[in-house]
C-alpha cells in the first residue's frame, strides 16, 4: 500500500466518483486516499494467470472474474480497493461498470511492500463482505499460495499448498496446480 495522499477528506462516494476521473488508482480506507504502485512482472503474470483459468473454468456459468482494474467496495469497512482478481456470482454486480460489492472469492497476488497489508488490514476489510467464501494470497517470490475459506460458523481457515495442490477454490469447483498458476514467472 502507498502513502497517504493529500486529499480533501472525501466520503466513500466521493471517493468513487474523484476516482473514476483519475489517470492513476488508489485505495481508499476510513477516509485516507492511497496511491498505488506499479506491479512487478511476475506479480502481474501470476493475477494474469490466476484470471484466464478462472474465465475458462466459469466460462457458461453465473460467475465472472475481473481483474485489477475492478474497484470493490467495502461498505462495512468504510473501503475501496483494486483486488488483483475478484469472482462474483451476483446479478448486481455482473451489471456493474466500475465498482464490485458481492465477491465470492479474492486473490491477492502478495509482494514485499505489500504482503503484510493484505495478510491484515485488507483481510480484515474483506472478511466483513457476507458474499465471501475465499480469499487467496499468492506468493510469486516462494510459489506458494494460500487460502482462506469461510466455515459455516463464520471462523475462517487456512488451507496453505505446501502439499503443492496449487490454487484450490471450494466455491467454485476449481483447482489449478501449481505450474498453471505459476506458468511463465
Request: aromatic share 8%; charged share 25%.
Amino acid at each position: 500500500m502507498g502513502m497517504p495522499q493529500t486529499v480533501a477528506a472525501l466520503s466513500r462516494e466521493d471517493f468513487i466518483a474523484w476516482e473514476n476521473a483519475q489517470p492513476d488508482k488508489h485505495d481508499f480506507a476510513a477516509g485516507e486516499v492511497f496511491a498505488r504502485n506499479g506491479a512487478r512482472r511476475g506479480h502481474v503474470t501470476v493475477a494474469g494467470n490466476c484470471a484466464v483459468l478462472l474465465k475458462q473454468h466459469l466460462r457458461g456459468g453465473p460467475c465472472r472474474a475481473f481483474m485489477a482494474d475492478m474497484k470493490l467496495e467495502v461498505k462495512a469497512a468504510d473501503a475501496v480497493f483494486y483486488p488483483d482478481v475478484l469472482v462474483t456470482c451476483h446479478a448486481d454486480d455482473l451489471k456493474a461498470e466500475t465498482t464490485m460489492h458481492h465477491p465470492t472469492v479474492i486473490i491477492e497476488v502478495l509482494s514485499e511492500s505489500t504482503a503484510a497489508y493484505d495478510r491484515g488490514d485488507k483481510f480484515a476489510s474483506y472478511r466483513l463482505i457476507e458474499s465471501l467464501h475465499e480469499y487467496a494470497l499468492i506468493d510469486p517470490d516462494h510459489r506458494r499460495v494460500e487460502v482462506f475459506r469461510r466455515m459455516d460458523n463464520g471462523d475462517w481457515l487456512l488451507a496453505a499448498s505446501e502439499s503443492g495442490q496449487g490454487l484450490i477454490l471450494k466455491s467454485l469447483d476449481f483447482a489449478a496446480g501449481l505450474d498453471s498458476v505459476f506458468e511463465d514467472v
